[in-house]
Nanobody, 122 residues
Framework: QVQLVESGGGLVQAGGSLRLSCAAS??????TGWFRQAPGKEREFVAV???????SYADSVKGRFTISRDDAKTTVYLQMNSLKPEDTAVYYC??????????????????WGQGTQVTVSS
């Protein structure tokens, strides 16, 4: 059974840092991404990493967030620096077997974690 389990969310002041983890079990994936959803808004793409360690980021987080992977631990990380109040959201890990469409689309992913709350205070 495939499971994605996120951890590492919390409350942080603006300018601070957090590191999210997504531990995968059950199988390996072609791509693993992070999405986020703020209250009243649609779920949006944050970052993705493919096998071979290629990465891509949303413009809103480029230069502040870094996605990385530890294949030995089947874990993907999202290092978030210089956090802003507008980064406040529930962050979700998503995995694709291969991607079924654009990597920035929620429809491209097969599995989702339960989400972890990130709150950035001003």
């Amino acid at each position: 059974q495939v499971q994605l389990v996120e951890s590492g969310g919390g409350l942080v002041q603006a300018g601070g840092s957090l590191r999210l983890s997504c531990a995968a079990s059950g199988r390996t994936f072609y791509a693993t991404g992070w999405f986020r959803q703020a209250p009243g808004k649609e779920r949006e793409f944050v970052a993705v990493t493919w096998r071979g360690s290629s990465t891509s980021y949303a413009d809103s987080v480029k230069g502040r967030f870094t996605i990385s992977r530890d294949d030995a631990k089947t874990t993907v990380y999202l290092q978030m620096n210089s956090l802003k109040p507008e980064d406040t959201a529930v962050y979700y890990c998503a995995a694709a077997l291969p991607l079924r469409g654009s990597y920035s689309s929620t429809a491209a992913y097969d599995y989702w974690g339960q989400g972890t709350q990130v709150t950035v205070s001003s």
